[in-house]
């Protein structure tokens, strides 16, 4: 019985975290938006496989249903790990494995890794000159880097659930961007070399934890001067109707957050495009051009398999 009850406990939580992650629409934005970062030699195989890449950006998500690894790539609870740890934590997966256990860090997370392992996986396949395998991990790449610019994705408290503001991690990243992102910007700039990596995606996760405490704070003042039928309403998405925040509720608190999901998606745009370009270059600066556009049936062949490998205790990996 009590076996059941922790199993219960442990699918609720699991089950829980997985819905949470940019809204699918927001991801696909994002990633098409960063394909007009690169430059010449790579924007057309981009280009022309553009709704491959867009969905086979979601599919990280779609995965986490099915692979248990998957689950951690998305995020990092850092909090849990102390106040200021965001400035202190071990950056090599190899130091964090010898502060603490394998088990813990997969429990609290390891998108910054997640990250590393990929831009390793890509540039193999632009060494390789594999499309589909390009596709897959520029795909894959651009979710974790979209996910790490979300400030609820680096921490404990990622739905509000410990402060009261259950349906938070909805209303900042996908309630917000459906409602507004059409009018977003994201000219951005030109894709350009990240010369150390493992220090620029650190930078994210600190810039992304620090808008925590605002991200929680804002909404909890905005609530105090919403009546529940204000910020509530049962809202029709395909044949169900669902409770959700009002569109009034989500634009009081995105014009109260000053821009920040915008910038939020921006900045993934450009540092998603650094990180193909960075992975490109690396690899000795490949043509792809002569690469054929992929059908979309090489989605099936990727979108349950998996080949992140995570790298045991003592291995050396150090880029
Ligand atoms: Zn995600």
Redesign the pocket.
């Known amino acids: 019985m009590i076996r059941k009850g922790i199993l219960f406990t442990l699918l609720i939580t699991l089950f829980s975290r997985m819905l949470f992650?940019w809204g699918f629409h927001a991801h696909k934005r994002i990633i098409q938006m960063a394909i007009f970062t690169l430059p010449q030699e790579m924007i057309l195989f981009y280009k022309s496989n553009m709704l491959q890449l867009e969905e086979a950006s979601v599919q990280?998500?779609i995965r986490r249903y099915v692979m248990e690894e998957e689950g951690p790539r998305?995020y990092i609870d850092i909090d849990v790990y102390g106040d200021s740890a965001v400035f202190t934590f071990p950056r090599e997966w190899s130091a964090a494995q010898e502060v603490y256990s394998r088990d813990t860090l997969l429990a609290n997370g390891i998108i910054p890794w997640a990250i590393r392992w990929t831009k390793r996986e890509l540039t193999t396949a632009f060494k390789q000159g594999n499309g589909a395998a390009i596709l897959r991990y520029s795909a894959d790449i651009g979710?974790y880097i979209a996910?790490a610019h979300v400030p609820l994705h680096t921490t404990h408290n990622y739905n509000g659930q410990f402060t009261g503001q259950e349906g938070i991690h909805r209303l900042w990243e996908t309630r917000i961007p459906e409602i507004e992102s059409e009018d977003y910007t994201f000219w951005v700039g030109n894709a350009t070399y990240i010369a150390n990596s493992k220090a620029r995606i650190w930078e994210v996760i600190e810039s992304s934890h620090l808008k925590v405490d605002s991200v929680l704070q804002i909404e909890k003042q905005l609530s105090e001067s919403f009546s529940e039928d204000r910020k509530y309403a049962y809202r029709k998405t395909g044949k169900t109707e669902k409770r959700d925040y009002t569109e009034a509720y989500a634009k009081a608190y995105a014009s109260l957050l000053n821009g920040m999901v915008e910038r939020q998606m921006q900045a993934s745009v450009k540092l998603i495009g650094d990180f193909w370009f960075t992975c490109w270059v690396d690899a000795g600066q490949p043509d792809i051009s002569h690469l054929k556009i992929l059908s979309d049936r090489y989605l099936e062949k990727v979108q349950i398999k998996d080949s992140l490998r995570i790298p045991s205790q003592r291995s050396g990996l150090h880029n």
């Open positions: 992650s990280p998500d998305h979710h996910d």
